[in-house]
T-cell receptor, first 118, second 114 residues
C-alpha cells in the first residue's frame, strides 16, 4: 500500500535561514511526488512535482525538492525562508504504475506546519 | 476562471440531518475526489471517480454517498450527519491524460455537526 510520512509536525526557522521539510514515501511502483501548501482557512495550492527526469525539482515561490530514490525521500527546501512562507505543507504520492486505477489516488502525509519567525 | 468550485463554504448541521456538498469543475477532468481534513490526520480520501458513471470508495467512505452523472459535477451526500463528520471537506480534480498529474483543489467546505 502507498504511504507518505512527514516525520515533523512542526518546523521552526528564522527568516533568512534555509528550511527543509522532510518527506518519505512508500509505493509499489515508481512514484509521482508532489508538495502542496495550505495557508490558513484556504485550500491546497500546488508547489511542485516530480514525475521523471532531474532529481532536483524547482517549484513556486523559490521552493525546490530533491527526489532520492534510494532513500525514498522527497524533501522540500528553500535557501532563504520568508515569514510569508509560514503555512501547512503536505507531501503526496501517486503510484505511477497504477495511475488512473484504484491505486492511482493521491495519498497525503499528515502535514508539517512551517513557522518562520522574523 | 477555470478551477474547482465548492459550495457551500460553511455549514452547520444538526445530528441526523442530511445535506449535499456540491463540487463542480470546468477543466474537463476525468478524475474527481473528495477528501476530509482533520487536525493531525492530514487529508483522507472519502470517495473518488475516474469518469462519469464510475465511483469508488476511498479510505473513509462510511456515512457518505457520491454519484457522478456528468464529467463536471461530483456531489458528496451526508445521509445522516454525525458529530464525527465535523471536518473541512475538499474536492479535487485531475486529468488522467497528458503530463499534469497533480490535483486542483476547491477552496473547501467547513462543516460543523452539532
Amino acid at each position: 500500500a502507498q504511504s507518505v510520512a512527514q516525520p515533523e509536525d512542526q518546523v521552526n526557522v528564522a527568516e533568512g535561514n534555509p528550511l527543509t521539510v522532510k518527506c518519505t514515501y512508500s509505493v509499489s511502483g515508481n512514484p509521482y511526488l508532489f508538495w502542496y501548501v495550505q495557508y490558513p482557512n484556504r485550500g491546497l495550492q500546488f508547489l511542485l512535482k516530480y514525475i521523471t527526469g532531474d532529481n532536483l525539482v524547482k517549484g513556486s515561490y523559490g521552493f525546490e525538492a530533491e527526489f532520492n530514490k534510494s532513500q525514498t525521500s522527497f524533501h522540500l527546501k528553500k535557501p532563504s525562508a520568508l515569514v510569508s512562507d509560514s503555512a501547512l505543507y503536505f507531501c503526496a504520492v501517486r503510484d505511477r504504475m497504477n495511475y488512473g486505477g484504484s491505486q492511482g489516488n493521491l495519498i497525503f502525509g499528515k502535514g508539517t506546519k512551517l513557522s518562520v519567525k522574523p | 476562471n477555470a478551477g474547482v468550485t465548492q459550495t457551500p463554504k460553511f455549514q452547520v448541521l444538526k445530528t441526523g440531518q442530511s445535506m449535499t456538498l456540491q463540487c463542480a469543475q470546468d477543466m474537463n477532468h476525468e478524475y474527481m475526489s473528495w477528501y476530509r481534513q482533520d487536525p493531525g490526520m492530514g487529508l483522507r480520501l472519502i470517495h473518488y471517480s475516474v469518469g462519469a458513471g464510475i465511483t469508488d470508495q476511498g479510505e473513509v467512505p462510511n456515512g457518505y454517498n457520491v454519484s457522478r452523472s456528468t464529467t463536471e459535477d461530483f456531489p458528496l451526500r451526508l445521509l445522516s450527519a454525525a458529530p464525527s463528520q465535523t471536518s473541512v471537506y475538499f474536492c479535487a480534480s485531475s486529468s488522467l491524460r497528458g503530463t499534469n498529474y497533480g490535483y486542483t483543489f476547491g477552496s473547501g467546505t467547513r462543516l460543523t455537526v452539532v
